[in-house]
């Protein structure tokens, strides 16, 4: 079958042989130019789409049109094809910016498909793409097999007013702008999994690469890095890391019994713990001019040094909150502006239902100074209660009372007080 729609080709060849037992040849080879076809067809829509598309497809041997589990792996070696999209435009029905000069090129090859490059541009933004999807042919006929998909993107600017332009009130708020945008992502995972999460799918989703900076907040995002591990039970967050401006992080962590926080109506038990680090934390790369706001003036620019914490919490709810059980395992670090420093502070910390705060064995130093704090707190109006339950417990080898009277702890002036 040959046919020369005005501006193009389109040929195919299409053969079976032996019907007893068919074997099936499918050979398909386009090159269409759209603005022609949507002129032949008169159709308004594809009126307004210009550019070419090139198809080839090469389907053999494939035994059995059902496709039953034995024959996917000859249908994967059976399917080869490639597609090219050059110079693509086209408008999208109630929105303002046509998409334009989109150019992409993909080919599947023994059931892998490759989306090589994509790049297009709306409005004043630009987008740029690629990916892959390991075994196409499982994903559709094979559920319960493992299938990677990755996707990496990108873009010198990103106009978030281009991408709401649809909405009129909501593009005139969007006045954020990225630039330097880059992303790059995997998930391993089946379909099975991804069709009937419960409630998330268990797999693995990697990110590989973020890195932007911002207009509005005035920040870079530089080679932040995660993965992310899901089970049946469990969440494990791996190796969390990277820079935000001048400032680094590296976080791990790990939930256990997630699926306690999907519930309209919590039951249940689930643990939360975590290990953050930091050689350098500085406020004035995190804070945005919103954010600004909520912390005191003092902190704005102060600067940890060697941050370290870790701890774990237990939390119970039985259709309401029970208890949160949390053991501090470390806390260090120093603050610069403030010239304070915290080594090795650990200890165990009780809230319940009966609003008593219970602190066990908080233990740790202040500079020089070291101490071993236990405390009950009611949090509540009864005074029978207060009174039978608070108390303060306070035990220390060194206390250096004029190393702590020079902290400056307020949040007005992060300068120690000059003593004379």
Not at 64 to 80: H, T
Not at 127 to 140: E, P, R, V
Not at 247 to 276: C, E, H
Not at 294 to 305: D, R, S, T
Request: net charge positive; charged share 25%.
């Amino acid at each position: 079958m040959l046919a020369r729609p005005g501006k193009g080709i389109f040929a195919g060849n299409f053969v079976i042989r032996d019907f007893t037992d068919p074997k099936v040849l499918l050979q398909l080879k386009s090159d269409l130019e759209l603005a022609f076809v949507g002129d032949f067809l008169g159709i308004p829509d594809l009126q307004h789409i210009t550019g070419k598309v090139k198809l080839d497809m090469d389907v053999k041997e494939l035994t059995d049109l059902d496709l039953p589990e034995q024959y996917i792996g000859q249908l994967k070696g059976g399917v080869q094809s490639e597609l090219t999209v050059t110079g693509l435009s086209f408008r999208i029905p109630g929105y303002p910016h046509p998409v334009r000069n989109m150019n992409a090129h993909a080919v599947m090859r023994n059931g892998e498909v490759t989306l090589d490059s994509l790049g297009l541009r709306v409005g004043g933004s630009d987008f740029h793409a690629s990916g892959s999807i390991s075994d196409i042919i499982a994903l559709i006929h094979a559920p319960d097999k493992p299938v990677t998909m990755r996707l990496k993107a990108g873009s010198q600017n990103i106009r978030m007013a281009d991408i709401f332009a649809g909405d009129t009130a909501l593009a005139r708020k969007a006045t954020e702008e990225i630039r330097g945008f880059r992303f790059d992502v995997s998930l391993s995972s089946s379909v099975r999994q991804l069709r009937n999460p419960a409630p998330l799918p268990k797999g693995t989703l990697t990110l590989n690469e973020l890195s932007a900076s911002f207009k509005q907040y005035p920040h870079s995002f530089r080679k932040i890095a995660a993965t992310l591990q899901i089970a049946d039970t469990s969440l494990t967050l791996r190796d969390f890391n990277g820079k935000i401006d001048e400032s680094d992080f590296r976080l791990s962590g790990r939930v256990n019994n997630y699926a306690l926080w999907f519930q309209p109506v919590k039951k249940g038990k689930t643990m939360i713990a975590f290990d953050f680090k930091s050689a350098r934390l500085a406020m004035q790369d995190l804070l945005g001019p919103r954010s600004k706001q909520f912390i005191p003036p003092g902190y704005q620019q102060e600067e940890g040094a060697n941050i370290w914490l870790r701890a774990k919490a237990d939390l119970r709810y039985d259709t309401t909150f029970r208890f949160a059980k949390v053991k501090l395992a470390n806390i260090s670090g120093t603050l610069k502006q403030h010239k304070l420093q915290l080594d090795s502070i650990r200890g165990n910390i009780l809230y319940g239902a009966n609003r008593i705060l219970r602190v066990d064995s908080l233990r740790g130093a202040i500079g020089r100074t070291d101490f071993d704090i236990s405390f009950r707190l009611f949090n509540g109006k009864d005074s029978l209660i207060k009174n039978r339950t608070n108390y303060l417990y306070f035990r220390s080898k060194f206390l250096d009372a004029d190393q702590l009277s020079g902290y400056n702890f307020a949040s007005g002036a992060p300068a120690p007080i000059q003593r004379k």
